[in-house]
Structures are given as structure tokens and as C-alpha cells.
Nanobody, 127 residues
Framework: QVQLVESGGGLVQAGGSLRLTCVAS??????????LGWYRQVSGKARELVAS???????YYADSVKGRFAISRDNTKNTVLLQMNSLKQEDTAVYYC???????????????????WGAGTLVTVSS
């Protein structure tokens, strides 16, 4: 079964940088993912889209992160990265990786589904 696994979160001072990585991994093969995105959520608030990238490379950024964050993906490695620069305290959140549509082969059968999520990685920006 394919899962999304995030890494790279941690504690950083304001103005610093972090790079988040999300990999679609597991026992599946021929993994195909449409749009990959990074969301974030602060306790008590709704989850918000931070950035996304289509399979063809079209990107979207929330206004709050434009010019500071950069999203990229490697389709051959089923990986999406989020480079976060000039971090602010308000960037503190749990960051989640999302695949809007994912398909793969496992045990001779094809599986597909919508809205896959990783478990999240915590980013804390201190003053």
C-alpha cells in the first residue's frame, strides 16, 4: 500500500529556513499522482493550502508565503519538496502533504483514490 511520508520539520529561528520532503512510498509500483500539495494547520484553525504543484509543474502559492516558499516535485521519485525561507513565527504549524489523486499497482491489481494525506510534520518558528 502506498503512503505519503513527510520529513524535515523542526524548530528554527525566525528568518531561518527549512525544507520539507514528502515521498509516496510503500509496496506499490507505477505510482501516478496528479497534484501534490502542502497544507498547514494550527490548533483550533482550519487546514489551509500553502502551495501545490501539478504533475506538469504548474504551481500555486498562498499569498502569505509567496516569495518565501518554493514547491517542487520529482515525478520519477514520487517526491514533493517545500523549501521554506525567511520563516516567520506565523508559519508555525503542522504541515501536511496531500495528493489529490493517486493510483498505483500492487499485487497485480490497480488501486486509485482521492485525497491522500500524510501524517504531518511539525514546524516551529521561534522569535
Amino acid at each position: 500500500q502506498v503512503q505519503l511520508v513527510e520529513s524535515g520539520g523542526g524548530l528554527v529561528q525566525a528568518g531561518g529556513s527549512l525544507r520539507l520532503t514528502c515521498v509516496a512510498s510503500g509496496g506499490g509500483s507505477r505510482i501516478f499522482i496528479n497534484t501534490l500539495g502542502w497544507y498547514r494547520q494550527v490548533s483550533g484553525k482550519a487546514r489551509e493550502l500553502v502551495a501545490s504543484v501539478t504533475r506538469g509543474g504548474t504551481t500555486y502559492y498562498a499569498d502569505s508565503v509567496k516569495g518565501r516558499f518554493a514547491i517542487s516535485r520529482d515525478n520519477t521519485k514520487n517526491t514533493v519538496l517545500l523549501q521554506m525561507n525567511s520563516l516567520k513565527q506565523e508559519d508555525t504549524a503542522v504541515y501536511y502533504c496531500n495528493a489529490d489523486h493517486l493510483s498505483y499497482y500492487y499485487g497485480g491489481s490497480r488501486f486509485e483514490g482521492m485525497d491522500f494525506w500524510g501524517a504531518g510534520t511539525l514546524v516551529t518558528v521561534s522569535s
